[in-house]
């Protein structure tokens, strides 16, 4: 069978037309298993874990200890928690001969401080309806740990005065490594 000239160019279009019909088919199914394959991966990404704020710092404050505190102001980090709950603030209180000496602020996304509007369980107030004297103490970088009015336990960190990381003690290597055996 022979084609005229005519009949090839009719042929040439065809088939043109017929690739790209089919290329655009073929990007479509592809555009559609690529979505497919990401809802996939976030669908198996897993949720982030919570953290428990107050015991990463605590843990950290135990594990390094803290510098002594001068008198002033210290910017401290904030713990309330509630069982296995708990959640962290920034904030600043001042402080004199080792004692926590003024009102808590806490501070606000905007970056300025406001008193801590939370109040100190009764158990925890003297006569004056102000945190005991004894709890006043600072040790190790940490305030006490005192129950507020609402149940929550609070505990401040003074960051700041955290003790540099210690230097890790080098193991010794076994017997072979260190004399002929």
Known sequence: MKLSHSGLI?????????LNIKTNHMKSILAILLTFLSFGS?????????????KE???LFKERGANPLA???????ITLRNGTYSEC???????AGGKLSGKLLI????GTYEEFDKKVSSTFQNAEGALKEELREISNGMSASVTLADGDVIRLFFYKNLADKPKANKKAPGPGALVKL
Request: with cysteine.
């Open 107 to 110: 501070q606000k996304m905007d």
């Open 89 to 95: 603030f920034l904030g600043k209180i001042d402080v």
């Open 57 to 59: 710092w605590y843990t």
């Open 42 to 54: 976030f669908a198996q990404a897993k949720p982030a874990a919570t953290k428990d704020c107050f």
């Open 71 to 77: 008198d002033g102001t210290h910017e401290v980090i």
């Open 10 to 18: 009719q042929l040439k279009k065809w088939l043109i037309l017929e």
